[in-house]
């Protein structure tokens, strides 16, 4: 049976690339130690070095002639991807110059093309020829180095267009923004004459006057409920985000807590001048650190929970950041424990989030990442709220820093160095280390109690009674 002729064609097409890639991969692989067989020829020069230049000749043709048809394909493959760049280039910014810079690029690019071309269509007489003679550098180098010239000038003549689009950009702005100042001042002029029309009902007509009062205070008490409407959309708006959504409500914290606290409780009695220091931190106007110091962890806690519940009584503003059930299963970061603090002043403060200047909007939340981000916002919070306190539990505290007190100290230095106003910190003493502890305690920046003879830890405890053991 006859094979066709297109099957035979395709074997000899396939044979004849593997010799080509095979041959090809040889004069590579020569020429790669061609520095090490001139120096091996020149043992019997008037032997060897006459084959070995027509060798090394060839070798350089075959490979020369691989390196145009891989360049070619290359150069080919990266003007398509280029040409509709400043395709684009050229709708975007059609200025003169933009467009003779494409036209030379069209160009070049043709000419390119055509000599390209000319090259695929010739002989395999032709390549063996041109591979010696007209290698890439002296047939192609030049016209694919213009092409790219000419691509440069495009993208910088798109930038420079770029930048004209900022400068008309910012005209545009600061011509909006002397219309607004001419727009102000004309608010300005007419809030002047307002007063002296004002001014003028109030001496010369009495009924007029009364009236006006009594338009004046309906348009307060619009604004008020404006304000309060907006403030109530502005809370919902903040507390409807997702972010809040893997965060416990204070409620179920200090609920978890109070029950953990019901299943034992401690009695806790302070000595006299532990109760005069807590009158005085208390008292006291600027930040101030106060440490449960006690051997006992249950103690702390449980102080730390009838400190919230007295301060909760007196209605003062508390925040805290307490245990939950199962937080020992939930991943928790520091800055978890700052939006804890931030959900809960949010919270704290409903009907004062619109007082400030600068009150904090839903993109600041969305945006904050970092730590010093979170205790920002914490500020600006707390700046409506002239005495606060922040309950810090040491179990939570553990828990989040991975029993690392380096990160606690960071919580505790954020939020007394860059809270302002009157914040009161309360944690325990084993959360910190003694001499971080000493050092505030020194600068009076720090008040440390003591509750459950926690002055009393090196004592010796009560050896147990022998057990009697009975023989039946």
């Known amino acids: 049976m006859a094979t066709p002729p297109s099957k035979l064609t395709a074997a000899t097409n396939k044979s004849a690339a593997k010799a080509r890639h095979w041959l090809t991969g040889l004069s590579e692989k020569l020429l790669f130690y061609g520095n090490i067989f001139d120096v091996m020829a020149q043992h019997h020069p008037e032997y060897v070095s006459l084959a070995w230049g027509t060798f090394k000749f060839l070798f350089i043709a075959i490979t020369n002639h691989a390196e145009t048809a891989s360049k070619l394909g290359k150069s080919i493959s990266l003007i398509a991807d280029l040409l509709p760049q400043h395709s684009l280039h050229l709708i975007l910014y059609p200025t003169s110059q933009m467009q003779t810079c494409v036209a030379r690029l069209y160009a070049h690019v043709l000419n390119f093309f055509l000599s390209s071309l000319k090259w695929y269509k010739d002989s395999r007489a032709s390549h063996v020829l041109k591979s010696i003679f007209q290698p890439w550098d002296v047939k192609f180098r030049h016209e694919y180095e213009a092409i790219a010239a000419e691509a440069q000038q495009i993208g910088r003549l798109a930038d420079v267009g770029l930048k004209a689009e900022v400068r008309d950009t910012r005209l545009e702005i600061a011509q909006g923004t002397r219309r607004w100042e001419s727009v102000r001042q004309e608010m ?137 059930a199962n937080y020992w299963d939930q991943y928790m970061s520091v800055t978890d424990v700052i939006r804890m603090l931030v959900l809960q002043t949010i919270q704290v403060g409903a009907d004062r989030l619109l007082d400030g200047p600068f009150p904090v909007t839903v993109e600041q939340l969305r945006e904050a990442a970092s730590l010093n981000d979170w205790v920002a916002i914490l500020n600006q919070l707390l700046c409506n709220i002239s005495h606060a306190f922040i309950i810090l539990d040491p179990d939570f505290l553990a828990h989040v820093t991975a029993h690392e007190r380096s990160q606690s100290l960071e919580i505790l230095d954020a939020l007394r160095l860059k809270l302002s106003g009157s914040i009161k910190i309360v944690t325990a003493a084993s959360s910190v280390s003694r001499a971080y502890a000493d050092e505030l305690e020194d600068m009076s920046i720090c008040v440390k109690i003591q509750t459950g003879d926690a002055g009393d830890w090196r004592r010796p405890r009560r050896p147990r009674r022998p057990m009697v053991r009975f023989r039946r």
């Open 188 to 324: 300005n002029d007419l809030k002047a004459e307002n007063r002296r029309l004002a001014t003028m009902f109030t001496t010369h007509f009495g009924a007029m006057e009364n009236s006006i009062l009594c338009m004046q205070k309906e348009i307060h008490l619009d604004l008020a409920s404006q304000r309060a409407t907006l403030s109530r959309v502005h809370l919902n708006q903040m507390l409807s985000l997702p972010l809040w959504n893997s965060l416990p409500t204070s409620g179920e914290s200090l609920q978890f807590c109070r029950s953990m606290r019901r299943r034992r409780r401690e009695c806790i009695r302070l000595p006299l001048p532990d109760v005069e220091k807590l009158e005085t931190w208390a008292s006291r106007r600027d930040n101030t650190l106060l440490l449960i110091d006690t051997y006992r962890p249950l103690v702390a806690k449980t102080f730390m929970l009838d400190l919230i519940d007295l301060i909760l009584d007196n209605r003062l503003p508390i925040i805290w950041a307490l245990r939950y």
